[in-house]
């Protein structure tokens, strides 16, 4: 009964922020997933070494008009948080060369990590219908949260707001 009042917390919380959930089944919110992916420069990033901070994991392309719309908010939240309680990853979802990914994310002044995941690659957050899709990790590596589509700055804030109260309950 307890697993069920705290999945149905989860769900409430999620619903109200018109997110959606990353699985249904109440084992998987409290399983810590781990993936180890690349950046542009060859740098191994495991999502285990960002343990005790948020992860916002957010899939895009560079072909992609909604996810380049959502990176000035991507920009701003990692700016704010990736000092305190949060981080930002790009997993950027496409075939396209390390060259042009590098001056894209020059002239768009990324400042958070871009890892490379080529389009049908594995990841522990089940299949994506679209991009972005951007996934909230809690600080214990559990996935909590996932959404197509565009998030804000504030959205993200919101949800790890939320998820933190629920938490204290």
């Not at 959930?21 to 180890?36: H, I, M, N, R, S």
């Not at 990736?82 to 994310?105: M, R």
Request: charged share 20%.
């Amino acid at each position: 009964m307890m697993k069920q009042n705290s999945v149905l917390k989860h769900i409430v919380v999620a619903v109200s922020l018109g997110l959606l959930f990353v699985t249904g089944q109440a084992t998987a919110l409290e399983k810590p997933v781990d993936f180890t992916l690349q950046d542009v420069n060859g740098k191994s990033h495991r999502l285990s070494d960002y343990r005790g901070k948020w992860v916002v994991v957010n899939f895009w392309a560079t072909w992609c008009p909604p996810c380049q719309d959502e990176i000035p908010e991507l920009i701003d939240f990692h700016k704010a948080h990736h000092n305190k309680d949060a981080v930002v990853l790009g997993l950027n979802y496409e075939q396209t060369t390390v060259t042009y990914l590098k001056e894209f994310i020059e002239q768009s002044s990324i400042n958070y990590p871009v890892l490379r995941v080529l389009p049908r690659t594995t990841l522990p957050f089940g299949s994506l219908r679209g991009l972005p899709t951007t996934v909230l990790v809690s600080p214990k590596g559990v996935p909590v949260l996932k959404r197509t589509g565009e998030v804000s700055r504030i959205e993200l804030e919101q949800a790890i707001k939320k998820f933190k109260q629920e938490s204290k309950k």
